[in-house]
């Protein structure tokens, strides 16, 4: 099975710290996607990556950046961590194919403070 | 820009019985994929039916199955023979057939299944 892991379950930051969000995938997966979810507004794209040190913005791209130096590794950053950031983070990543399956990770909550 | 609509945000269940979750989609695009997660406590999503917008099947897997509707751009979710398990937060997404996997999700619907 496609494991897709998310190196904090939950983190508390203050206010302007520097945040890194790490997901790891074990596929050779192709594409890696963040998301933000919040209540009553689903999962946002933020960024996403078809391939390493390649970057897209998604819908709400504003304030974060992202960084794929491997394959396997996609990693989002919060580089001046504000409260409206405090949410539930989740990363995925599929095959380039057309139809490829999503697989997710188990998501990070980040409160920030 | 494609938008998904889902207009409930809880429903509840008896268990045994059947529920079905609405969800609209607004797309000028005439290829597409549709797709229905389920999102338990553990927070893990898991994927539960997906939909291709050329067929006029619609999709089933087990007791879920879909209403696929492509002129009115609706696909509502049915769980028959509801299960205490099926308990989760559902999310209705949709991906054009030229954007790799790049899914746009709806609101989400909580589905409570009551003993």
């Known amino acids: 099975d496609v494991k897709v892991t998310q190196s904090s379950r939950y983190l508390v930051k203050r206010t302007g710290e520097k945040v890194f969000l790490e997901c790891v995938q074990d596929?050779?997966?192709?594409?890696m996607f963040w998301y933000r979810q919040d209540p009553g507004l689903g999962l946002r794209l933020i960024y996403f990556?078809?391939?390493?040190?390649?970057?897209e913005k998604g819908d709400i791209p504003e304030g974060y950046s992202v960084s794929r130096e491997k394959k396997e590794r996609f990693s989002l950053i919060l580089e001046s961590a504000s409260t409206n950031q405090t949410s539930m983070y989740l990363c995925a990543s599929s095959l380039g194919s057309a139809g490829g399956k999503l697989f997710f990770g188990s998501g990070t909550q980040l409160s920030v403070l | 820009a494609q938008t998904v609509t889902q207009s409930q945000p809880e429903m509840s269940v008896q268990e045994a019985e059947t529920v079905t979750l609405s969800c609209t989609y607004d797309t000028s695009e005439s290829d597409y994929y549709l797709f229905w997660y389920k999102q338990p406590p553990s927070r893990q999503m898991i994927l539960v039916i997906r939909?291709?917008?050329?067929?006029?099947q619609n999709a089933t897997e087990n007791r879920f199955s879909v209403n696929f509707q492509k002129a009115a751009k609706s696909f509502s979710l049915k769980i028959s023979d509801s299960q205490l398990g099926d308990a989760a937060m559902y999310f209705c997404a949709y991906r054009r057939e030229t954007s790799g996997s790049r899914l746009t999700f709806g609101e989400g619907t909580q589905l409570t299944v009551n003993p």
């Open positions: 596929m050779d997966h192709e594409n």
């Open positions: 990556s078809y391939d390493v040190k390649m970057k």
């Open positions: 939909q291709e917008a050329y067929k006029q």
